[in-house]
């Protein structure tokens, strides 16, 4: 709604594909180089400079990045979202195709799969150059010292949830008769975890047989989920519902008891962030399980604001789970908690005006 609120879309430029084949990167930026070196020529010949750039410029694949920003700006602020980005902004700021106060920040794969596969040294030249660093958790923060990151150039900044937009659906949950209804929103990749919320189900409907377990969203693993929950003979209790949208999602969590989310450490090291499903789960005073993973127990604390378990256990989440719909007085503290610390830590319109404070202070350096 914001998008169309602010009329964003007039205000968007996309980024053209950087062709994958080097003689088509070449054969692009050097069409680029000529049609934009009259106008631009100080930023043209810099991200054609071997010497500085290396790779980047000799493939020409440097031109074709920073084409889309030649000529617009100068810009108070530059903000950009995941590391790899900000290596990107970087690179326009040293080549002049843009000019202004460079703002990263970092969500999760940028910090450990990203990293992993590109070596620690991936964000030196960002680390130099950047004004500051924005990580949404302190998890993040202390992975970002220990690429190298100074730590007066680093800020945690969390995302959030408008919380004016669920007050008026927080204390409008129906259950549905005779059922406990059991939620996860998430993409059915590896680190979703949702294997084991699976596994969990199946030790839970031996003691509760009215549990349905419903899967919002989609993705690489669906069919290997399918597989698993007819192994398991959970097709009456477990239904995987594929992607929907954010008013299908909220109608979702109107009529659920438990959101869990089982989120894990990938094999090739991804982690999440923090959950925005978990946010609004706990916005609208839904009781979450989820893991001690990565900033999770930042904004789940375990007793207080939700239940954790470890990764991988689903012996353990089945037992929380148990333990949660046996206990509807402790369900209710956890709703009552986890709204308060949402309004406390999580509020998107504070978080905002943090962020505002931020962009101006960084300006009138």
Same mark, same amino acid.
């Given at each position: 709604?914001?998008?169309?609120?602010y009329?964003?879309?007039?205000?968007?430029?996309?980024l053209?594909?950087?062709?994958t084949?080097?003689?088509?990167?070449i054969?692009?930026?050097?069409?680029?180089?000529?049609?934009?070196?009259?106008?631009?020529?100080k930023?043209?010949?810099?991200?054609?400079?071997a010497?500085?750039? &290396?790779?980047?410029?000799?493939?020409?694949?440097l031109?074709?990045?920073?084409?889309?920003?030649?000529?617009?700006?100068?810009?108070?602020?530059?903000?950009?979202?995941?590391g790899?980005?900000g290596?990107?902004?970087?690179?326009?700021?040293?080549?002049?195709?843009?000019?202004?106060k460079?703002?990263?920040?970092?969500? &999760?794969?940028?910090?450990?799969?990203y990293?992993?596969?590109?070596?620690?040294?991936?964000?030196?030249?960002l680390?130099?150059?950047?004004?500051?660093?924005l990580?949404?958790?302190?998890?993040w /923060?202390n992975?970002l010292i220990?690429?190298?990151?100074?730590?007066?150039k680093?800020?945690?900044?969390?995302?959030?949830?408008d919380?004016?937009?669920?007050?008026?659906?927080?204390?409008a949950? /129906?259950?549905?008769?005779?059922?406990?209804?059991?939620?996860?929103?998430a993409?059915?990749?590896?680190?979703?975890?949702?294997?084991?919320?699976?596994?969990?189900?199946?030790k839970?409907?031996?003691h509760?047989?009215?549990?349905?377990y419903l899967?919002a969203?989609?993705g690489?693993?669906?069919s290997?989920?399918?597989?698993?929950? /007819?192994?398991l003979n959970?097709?009456?209790?477990?239904?995987l519902?594929?992607?929907m949208? !954010?008013e299908e999602?909220?109608?979702?969590m109107?009529?659920?008891?438990?959101?869990?989310?089982?989120s894990?450490?990938a094999?090739?090291?991804d982690?999440?962030g923090?959950?925005?499903a978990?946010?609004?789960?706990?916005?609208?005073?839904?009781?979450?399980?989820s893991?001690?993973?990565?900033g999770?127990?930042?904004?789940?604390?375990? &007793?207080?604001?939700g239940?954790?378990? !470890?990764e991988?256990d689903?012996?353990?989440?089945a037992?929380?789970?148990?333990?949660?719909?046996?206990?509807?007085?402790?369900?209710?503290e956890?709703?009552?908690?986890g709204?308060?610390?949402?309004?406390e830590?999580?509020?998107?319109?504070?978080?905002?005006?943090?962020?505002e404070?931020?962009? /101006?202070?960084?300006a009138?350096?």
């Amino acid at each position: 709604q914001d998008i169309l609120k602010y009329n964003l879309l007039s205000r968007t430029t996309y980024l053209p594909e950087v062709p994958t084949g080097r003689l088509r990167r070449i054969l692009k930026g050097s069409l680029y180089a000529l049609t934009q070196l009259p106008k631009h020529p100080k930023a043209v010949l810099q991200s054609l400079n071997a010497i500085k750039f &290396g790779k980047l410029a000799a493939s020409f694949e440097l031109i074709c990045r920073i084409v889309p920003f030649l000529g617009k700006g100068p810009y108070d602020i530059i903000h950009c979202h995941f590391g790899p980005f900000g290596n990107l902004g970087v690179q326009c700021l040293r080549t002049g195709a843009l000019k202004g106060k460079l703002v990263t920040s970092f969500h &999760g794969y940028d910090l450990t799969s990203y990293p992993k596969k590109r070596g620690k040294q991936v964000y030196d030249m960002l680390f130099e150059y950047c004004d500051l660093c924005l990580p949404i958790s302190n998890h993040w /923060k202390n992975k970002l010292i220990e690429l190298g990151c100074r730590q007066d150039k680093i800020a945690v900044h969390r995302m959030g949830v408008d919380l004016q937009h669920f007050n008026n659906l927080s204390d409008a949950k /129906k259950r549905i008769s005779g059922k406990t209804r059991i939620l996860s929103v998430a993409r059915l990749t590896e680190k979703k975890g949702i294997k084991y919320g699976i596994e969990a189900v199946s030790k839970v409907i031996e003691h509760f047989p009215e549990v349905e377990y419903l899967i919002a969203g989609d993705g690489p693993l669906r069919s290997q989920l399918e597989g698993l929950i /007819k192994r398991l003979n959970l097709e009456t209790h477990v239904r995987l519902l594929g992607w929907m949208n !954010q008013e299908e999602v909220t109608k979702l969590m109107l009529r659920s008891d438990i959101m869990i989310a089982p989120s894990v450490t990938a094999k090739d090291g991804d982690e999440e962030g923090i959950p925005v499903a978990l946010m609004e789960a706990m916005a609208m005073k839904l009781p979450v399980i989820s893991t001690y993973h990565s900033g999770i127990p930042e904004l789940v604390i375990d &007793g207080q604001t939700g239940l954790l378990v !470890q990764e991988r256990d689903s012996a353990e989440l089945a037992d929380k789970l148990i333990a949660l719909i046996g206990s509807p007085s402790i369900a209710r503290e956890l709703q009552e908690k986890g709204r308060n610390y949402m309004e406390e830590h999580f509020n998107i319109k504070t978080l905002n005006a943090d962020l505002e404070k931020i962009y /101006k202070r960084l300006a009138s350096i």
